[in-house]
């Protein structure tokens, strides 16, 4: 990446395109409307971050990654009071990781065919993915 002030761009695209936490359950606490219908309060609910963040309403292309989309908001770390309370270090971290790997290896790429998801439902990650050093 020629432009490193793309990084945190970079970080907050992949936090959209891929949460790391792609759902989260919640029970309704209480009656209210969702889209025309009534939600009775203790209704189990499952909130696709995933979803939420590729919705074709709030995003323009939504499942093209793109670093260089305008106001790049997402869901990922939650909403309300249940927002996460570490998105500025992850950012950082993500960043920081981001940087050190371009300036140890400025030319890489994966090994498409040979990645594969870790088979669990609460966590996005990769199980194997094979980067590859030009």
């Known amino acids: 990446m020629a432009d490193r002030s793309l990084l945190l761009r970079a970080v907050d695209e992949t936090l959209r395109f891929e949460p790391t936490g792609p759902h989260v ?13 009534t939600v ?8 696709l971050f995933g979803a939420a963040n590729r919705d074709e309403r709030r995003y323009r292309q939504p499942d093209t990654f793109d670093i260089h989309r305008e106001n790049i908001s997402h869901l990922t770390f939650g909403k309300g ?4 309370l570490g998105p500025n270090l992850a950012r950082l971290e993500g960043r920081v990781a981001l940087d050190e790997l371009l300036n140890s290896w400025p030319e890489w790429d994966i090994d498409y065919g040979t990645a594969r998801l870790a088979p669990t439902s609460t966590v996005r990650g990769w199980e194997h993915q094979r980067v590859v050093v030009a």
């Not at 009775?40 to 909130?47: T, V």
């Not at 009071?81 to 996460?84: A, D, L, P, Q, R």
């Open 81 to 84: 009071v249940h927002y996460c």
């Open 25 to 37: 359950a919640r029970y309704a606490a209480r009656d209210f409307q969702c889209y025309g219908q």
């Open 40 to 47: 009775p309060a203790g209704s189990a609910m499952l909130l």
